[in-house]
Structures are given as C-alpha cells and as structure tokens.
C-alpha cells in the first residue's frame, strides 16, 4: 500500500484523487478545512505546520506521494497564501518524509491561468519565499483594482518554484519527481457559480477555448495526477502538464 497525502480532499479535484487512489487500495491523508483526516487553514503559517506535524504523524515520517491541490481563486491576497504559500509550506514540509520512501513522487495543481498576465512584483515576492511582501503587495493589486491578477500570479508563481526546484539535490537527487498538472476549466465547486451566469461562460470560453471536450470534469485531473505521481512516472519532473483541451495551445501558439 502506498501512503499519499492530499490537500484539498473536501471538494473538487481533491476529492476526485482521493477516490481514485483509495479504490486502487492506496492509504489518503486528506487535509482541508473540514471533512479531512487532518483538518487544517493552509492560508496561514500555523495551519500549514499543524497539517505537517498531523500528516507525519498518521503517516510515521514516510509517504509516498504528496499533491497539493487545495486552492481558492478569489480576487484576494488569500489565493497568495492558499495556492502559493500553503502549497509550497506543503510540499517542503513533507519532502523529508517522501524522502525516505523507495518511490516517492509529487504534484501540485497549477492553472492555465499561470500562463495569463500576472502581477510580475507579486510573482517575485512569492519566489523569494517572502510571504510578508507578497501579501502587502496583493493588497495594494487589490486597492488598484487588479486583484483578477492575483489567481494567475499564484499558479505563475508556483509553476516557476516546481521548475526551478524539481531539478534541485532535494528533489530530483533524492529521487523525487515533482510535477504540475495545469488543467482549462474543470466542473467543480470554484467554478460553480461562473457556470450558472451565461454571460460568465461565455467570458470563460474565450478566456479559455477547449476545442477538445470542452471542460473536464474533476476525475480528468486526478487521473492525470494519479499517474504522474504513480510508480510508472520514473522520469517526468519540472513539467508543468497542461490538461485543458487545447487551450495552452490555442493560447500560446505553436512555438515552444
Ligand atoms: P474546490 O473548491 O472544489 O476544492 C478546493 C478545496 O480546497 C476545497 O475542499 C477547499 O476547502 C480546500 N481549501 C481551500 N482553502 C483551503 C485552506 N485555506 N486550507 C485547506 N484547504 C483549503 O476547487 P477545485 O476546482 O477542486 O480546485 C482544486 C485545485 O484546482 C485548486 O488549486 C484550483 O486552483 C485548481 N484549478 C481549478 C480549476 C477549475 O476550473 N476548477 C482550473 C485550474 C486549476
């Protein structure tokens, strides 16, 4: 049996990875707000070490998969400290743990939106792991009126860490693969409320065109994620995989 930690499990794509992985026999530590096997606020610095401590705890300091996917995507500095800061805390916090399993393997959920403009100052702040700054400066988004920047800044943010630290010692030298999977639109809670507004799906189709299949629904993703953070991965990691029907390439082009 493997033993995998999983944020977000309360809802969404997290729900639908833990389902998949306990059907195949897999052990899920669920960490959320509520209905988890670790109840904990990833937003702020005590919540984040709570779940650590929790997730080591049930676990005996070895696991075998992490995947952050716990995420909010309003126009606030709370989608800095979620989908950022909570992911990364996460992440290394439990790698020792991931490290002293035989084939450890992580993912986070990223975004297309990673791809869109983003508030550069932000971006940075959260790079240089410097929470303090990035939420002064996601407030003054706010006040400016660009807090729509905020969600895309958090995913850009957060596939640049994976990149630049997957092929770390850390990481890719103590065996750990370390991907994003970035979906389109995904039926789930968080875009609940955008698909039952007409004018919303309208502004979602052109921000985001799936030609292939259009939206997924949440299993797409834990699909993805369940392979990419399965045994059979043994040499994809730093990659930020795109499971949007096309909109990466509708979006970006051809080029590389
Ligand atoms: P969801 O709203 O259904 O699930 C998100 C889960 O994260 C919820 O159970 C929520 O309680 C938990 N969460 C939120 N804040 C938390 C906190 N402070 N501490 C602990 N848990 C917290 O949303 P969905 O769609 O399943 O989102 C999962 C991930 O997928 C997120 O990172 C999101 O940004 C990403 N994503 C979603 C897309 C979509 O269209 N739904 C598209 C691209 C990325």
């Given at each position: 049996?493997?033993?995998?930690?999983?944020?977000g499990?309360?809802?969404?794509?997290?729900?639908?990875?833990?389902?998949?992985?306990?059907?195949?026999?897999?052990?899920?530590?669920?960490?959320?707000?509520?209905?988890?096997?670790?109840?904990?606020?990833?937003?702020?610095?005590e919540?984040?070490?709570?779940?650590?401590?929790?997730?080591?705890?049930?676990?005996?300091?070895?696991l075998?998969?992490?995947?952050?996917?716990?995420?909010?995507?309003?126009?606030?500095?709370?989608?800095?400290?979620?989908?950022?800061?909570g992911?990364?805390?996460?992440?290394?916090?439990?790698r020792?743990?991931?490290?002293?399993?035989?084939?450890?393997r992580?993912?986070?959920?990223?975004?297309?939106?990673?791809?869109?403009?983003?508030?550069?100052?932000?971006?940075?702040?959260?790079?240089?792991?410097?929470?303090?700054a990035?939420?002064?400066?996601?407030?003054?988004?706010?006040?400016?009126?660009?807090?729509?920047?905020?969600y895309?800044?958090?995913?850009?943010?957060?596939?640049?860490?994976l990149?630049?630290?997957?092929?770390?010692?850390?990481?890719?030298?103590a065996?750990?693969?370390?991907?994003?999977i970035?979906?389109?639109?995904?039926?789930?809670?968080?875009?609940?409320?955008?698909?039952?507004d007409?004018?919303m799906?309208?502004?979602?189709?052109?921000?985001?065109?799936?030609?292939?299949?259009?939206?997924?629904?949440?299993?797409?993703?834990?699909?993805?994620?369940?392979?990419?953070?399965?045994p059979?991965?043994?040499?994809?990691?730093?990659?930020?995989v795109?499971?949007?029907?096309?909109?990466?390439?509708?979006?970006?082009?051809?080029?590389?």
């Open positions: 049996t493997r033993t995998i930690a999983v944020s499990t309360a809802s969404g794509i997290g729900r639908a990875l833990a389902d998949l992985l306990r059907a195949q026999g897999d052990e899920v530590i669920g960490i959320d707000l509520r209905d988890a096997e670790v109840r904990a606020d990833l937003a702020v610095p919540g984040r070490a709570a779940a650590v401590e929790a997730v080591l705890d049930r676990s005996g300091g070895v075998d998969g992490v995947v952050a996917c716990a995420g909010v995507s309003t126009f606030t500095p709370a989608t800095v400290r979620v989908n950022y800061f992911a990364v805390a996460l992440l290394e916090g439990l020792p743990a991931l490290a002293r399993a035989e084939r450890p992580a993912a986070v959920v990223g975004s297309i939106s990673g791809t869109q403009p983003v508030d550069a100052e932000v971006v940075a702040a959260c790079l240089r792991g410097d929470e303090r990035a939420l002064d400066l996601a407030g003054e988004a706010v006040e400016r009126g660009a807090g729509v920047r905020l895309p800044s958090s995913k850009a943010a957060l596939a640049q860490w990149r630049r630290g997957a092929v770390t010692p850390e990481w890719a030298g065996g750990i693969p370390l991907n994003a970035a979906p389109g639109v995904v039926r789930t809670a968080m875009t609940e409320p955008l698909f039952a007409p004018a799906v309208r502004v979602m189709e052109e921000a985001v065109p799936m030609p292939l299949h259009g939206p997924a629904g949440p299993e797409a993703v834990a699909e993805a994620l369940r392979w990419i953070t399965g059979a991965n043994t040499h994809i990691t730093g990659q930020v795109y499971l949007d029907g096309g909109a990466e390439a509708v979006l970006r082009g051809p080029g590389l």
